[in-house]
């Protein structure tokens, strides 16, 4: 593993985190179709997660490696979760666009 | 035995106002007045039965019925006690109660709500027999209590008049100043006693341990401010006479013979306490002294007949008061009960003369009342008799005995005392004069409606006459078998006052005293033929002496006026500040909700957008901050 980072160097790994984070919140932002937008959020998490990664091989620490793990199992649960939420808001009003959803106005 | 009597003489008044309270509106009047009057009057029966096993045998009866409760090592039983002093004030509570009963019945007979009026006396006489048998001074304060209720209830007993209802609300008011002076005495002696029952308080004192003086004096003062509330002394008797708005069968058993002796029934039971502090008794003396001659100041130039009489109440208590400040405790018992004789023939007789004027209780309109109603009359004038000091009348060796005590014990006391009796006995003739001689004054129709009351009226003023008459002998100068008979409830000897020449000059100069008075009452409203001017001709020091010193207006300025100011400025400025500043709490909340509920405009894409934008702002200040 120490080679891959000796062969790259740590500083991309942080470029591509962050383009991949930047890219994750322009979607949340400016996409208005819920399953894209739930893309991008997992975008988001992925890109975390990948940092978590090399900044545990850079430290020499398996413990970053061990709780991208659970980040992981989580985000599975998540996404079970939001897609079940989602297919509720597609019963209710035939679209998943989120500017449709505006019950909650105050 | 002794319980079951007891638990009737209590219970059958109780008995009779349960009755009157739920059944008194569906049997006939008739019925509800007889059955309010047999419930005193077995009370009156069990009192005598108790009276005479009490006179023979000399032994006081305590009744413990339970156990009340324990406060650390403080015990309170509840336990009546029927000692001399205790069946005495039993035989004339009870004893007058019927006679007022009986007469009652014929008073109120056209009144829409007499089974209440039976159903409170009834009330009140249950009450007063808790107040004189309690053995402790808890159950004394129950009774207290009670009584103080039942003076409001009769008092506004009429309560379609909001003005008797003012004077109910003034007495209740006052006495409940007086009652918080009595509860902390109560409590003061249980501090110093660890006990509020009479005869462990007793015989501490008895056994000569030492009790914090300073403390003791505080107590005792404070009992005499209770004392002071219900027996009508300066400052607190002003509720007395508007107290004559009830009925007259009230203000003659509540407001003249019974209720407001319960001050000196109270210090006479705890005699033995108040003689430990001298300064207080002083205090008492003093007080009693003044109230007697300002309320028989007052007395000479009230018009309404009932109003007379309260005054001269007021007086006569503060003659009794003096005679308990200055230790002579059998002689003011003498005079509450002589007192009690002829102050209720008085009432009970004015209410014969109210009945036969129609509700006339203004004596420049009567007048001459002496062809139409001869036995009220001659009652009246023996009870008058009987106040004035005449000898042979009751009231002669009651009052007699008083001015004795003070002439010995302070000679000032003595002058304001005799002035006081000589000035009792002018109003009190003035009122008879005004009331029963000379031409009627009043209309023609109230002059062709003028009669004798009916014989369940004209019964009580007889008896209570003859009491009047031969009342006084109990208490005989130098053979006296009252004092004889009170001698249990005091510790040690008394100090027996022998007749001397002293005695009978003391006597002379009070019989001519009484003698003046009377002559000044003649010349002026037989002689001269006066009637009291209409009340906006009085002028000078009668007027002073009309308004009664001013002195209700005097407490108007000085107590009720600055309460009502401090009320109206707690609401104007005070609520109003208060208010405001809860109001606008809720304004402001309100108009950050209005504004805010803007941002809630339902879009996800804005709260996501808001929710970068503030993670961002974090932590680009966790950043910047570092």
């Known amino acids: 593993m120490q080679n891959v980072l000796q062969e790259i160097g740590i500083n991309n790994y942080i470029y591509l985190s962050t383009i991949l984070f930047c890219i994750g919140i322009f979607g949340v932002l400016f996409r208005r179709n819920a399953i894209v937008m739930f893309m991008s959020i997992e975008i988001m998490l992925n890109a975390v997660n990948l940092l978590l990664v090399v900044f545990s091989t850079y430290h020499q620490d398996a413990a970053g490696q061990v709780f991208v793990f659970?980040?992981?199992?989580?985000?599975?649960?998540?996404?079970?979760?939001?897609?079940?939420?989602?297919?509720?808001?597609?019963?209710?009003?035939?679209?998943?666009?989120?500017?449709?959803?505006?019950?909650?106005?105050? | 035995m002794e319980t079951s009597l007891l638990l009737f003489l209590l219970l059958a008044p109780f008995a009779g106002f349960l009755f009157n309270v739920f059944f008194g509106k569906k049997v006939s009047r008739n019925v509800s007045g007889t059955i309010g009057t047999i419930a005193v009057a077995v009370s009156f029966g069990i009192a005598l039965n108790f009276f005479f096993q009490i006179n023979s045998t000399k032994q006081p009866i305590l009744i413990d019925l339970?156990?009340?409760?324990t406060l650390g090592n403080f015990d309170v039983s509840f336990s009546f006690l029927l000692d001399q002093l205790s069946v005495l004030w039993l035989l004339f509570v009870t004893g007058i109660g019927t006679l007022i009963h009986i007469y009652s019945i014929s008073y109120m007979h056209d009144d829409e709500n007499l089974h209440k009026f039976f159903a409170y006396l009834n009330l009140f006489i249950f009450f007063m027999i808790t107040l004189v048998t309690g053995s402790n001074l808890l159950i004394?304060?129950?009774?207290?209590?009670?009584?103080?209720?039942?003076?409001?209830?009769?008092?506004?007993?009429?309560?379609?008049?909001?003005?008797?209802?003012?004077?109910?609300?003034?007495?209740?008011?006052?006495?409940?100043?007086?009652?918080?002076?009595?509860?902390?005495?109560?409590?003061?002696?249980?501090?110093?006693?660890?006990?509020?029952?009479?005869?462990?308080?007793k015989a501490i004192?008895?056994?000569?341990?030492?009790?914090?003086?300073?403390?003791?004096?505080?107590?005792?003062?404070?009992?005499?401010?209770?004392?002071?509330?219900?027996?009508?002394?300066?400052?607190?008797?002003?509720?007395?006479?508007d107290a004559m708005a009830g009925p007259t069968p009230v203000s003659a058993l509540i407001h003249a013979a019974t209720m407001v002796t319960a001050g000196i029934f109270m210090i006479t039971r705890l005699n033995f306490i108040f003689d430990l502090t001298p300064t207080i008794q002083m205090v008492i003396a003093?007080?009693?002294?003044?109230?007697s001659l300002v309320a028989a100041f007052i007395a000479l130039v009230q018009n309404d007949i009932k109003k007379v009489l309260?005054?001269?109440?007021?007086?006569?208590?503060?003659?009794?008061?003096?005679?308990?400040?200055?230790?002579?405790?059998?002689?003011a018992v003498f005079h509450v009960i002589t007192h009690a004789f002829f102050k209720a023939c008085l009432f009970l007789g004015s209410g014969s003369v109210i009945h036969a004027m129609h509700g006339e209780q203004d004596m420049r309109k009567m007048g001459g009342l002496r062809k139409y109603m001869k036995v009220t009359y001659i009652t009246f004038l023996i009870a008058t008799l009987a106040i004035s000091g005449i000898p042979i009348f009751a009231g002669f060796f009651s009052k007699d005995e008083i001015l004795m005590v003070a002439f010995h014990e302070n000679k000032a006391l003595w002058v304001i005392a005799s002035l006081a009796s000589i000035m009792t006995a002018f109003y009190m003739f003035r009122l008879l004069y005004l009331t029963f001689f000379k031409e009627f004054r009043g209309t023609e129709e109230q002059k062709h409606h003028l009669h004798e009351s009916p014989s369940l009226i004209t019964f009580p003023l007889i008896v209570l006459a003859i009491l009047s008459t031969v009342g006084g002998f109990i208490s005989f100068p130098g053979h006296s078998w009252l004092n004889e008979y009170l001698k249990p409830i005091f510790i040690g000897a008394r100090e027996e006052h022998h007749l001397d020449s002293t005695?009978?000059?003391?006597?002379?100069?009070?019989?001519?005293?009484?003698?003046?008075?009377?002559?000044?009452?003649?010349?002026?409203?037989?002689?001269?033929?006066?009637?009291?001017?209409?009340?906006?001709?009085?002028?000078?020091?009668?007027?002073?002496?009309?308004?009664?010193?001013?002195?209700?207006?005097?407490?108007m300025a000085v107590i009720v006026k600055p309460i009502y100011a401090i009320a109206s400025f707690s609401k104007n400025f005070i609520e109003t500040a208060l208010s405001g500043f809860i109001f606008g709490l809720g304004k402001v909340t309100n108009m950050v909700g209005t504004q805010g509920r803007v941002l809630q405009n339902g879009s996800v894409g804005f709260y996501l957008f808001v929710f970068v934008i503030g993670t961002a702002s974090i932590i680009a200040y966790l950043f910047l901050a570092q």
């Open chain 2, 503 to 555: 005695t009978f000059i003391l006597m002379g100069v009070a019989v001519v005293g009484a003698l003046i008075g009377i002559g000044i009452a003649y010349s002026n409203y037989i002689k001269k033929s006066q009637v009291p001017a209409e009340d906006n001709e009085i002028t000078g020091f009668s007027k002073v002496l009309y308004n009664k010193f001013y002195v209700d207006e005097i407490y």
């Open chain 2, 205 to 241: 004192v008895a056994s000569g341990r030492t009790v914090d003086l300073g403390w003791l004096a505080f107590g005792t003062l404070c009992l005499f401010i209770g004392a002071s509330g219900k027996s009508a002394q300066i400052p607190l008797y002003t509720w007395l006479p």
């Open chain 2, 310 to 331: 309260a005054y001269s109440t007021v007086s006569q208590l503060g003659l009794m008061f003096l005679a308990l400040g200055l230790g002579a405790y059998e002689i």
């Open chain 2, 66 to 69: 339970f156990h009340w409760m």
């Open chain 2, 286 to 291: 003093i007080i009693g002294a003044i109230t």
């Open chain 1, 70 to 106: 659970f980040s992981m199992a989580v985000a599975a649960a998540e996404v079970a979760v939001g897609l079940a939420i989602l297919v509720g808001i597609y019963r209710n009003i035939h679209s998943i666009d989120i500017d449709k959803l505006k019950n909650l106005k105050g």
């Open chain 2, 140 to 201: 004394m304060f129950i009774g207290w209590e009670g009584v103080g209720l039942c003076s409001y209830l009769l008092i506004g007993f009429w309560y379609k008049n909001q003005d008797y209802n003012d004077a109910a609300k003034k007495a209740f008011i006052m006495n409940r100043i007086g009652d918080l002076g009595f509860l902390i005495g109560i409590f003061t002696l249980g501090y110093l006693f660890s006990s509020v029952d009479f005869t462990t308080i």
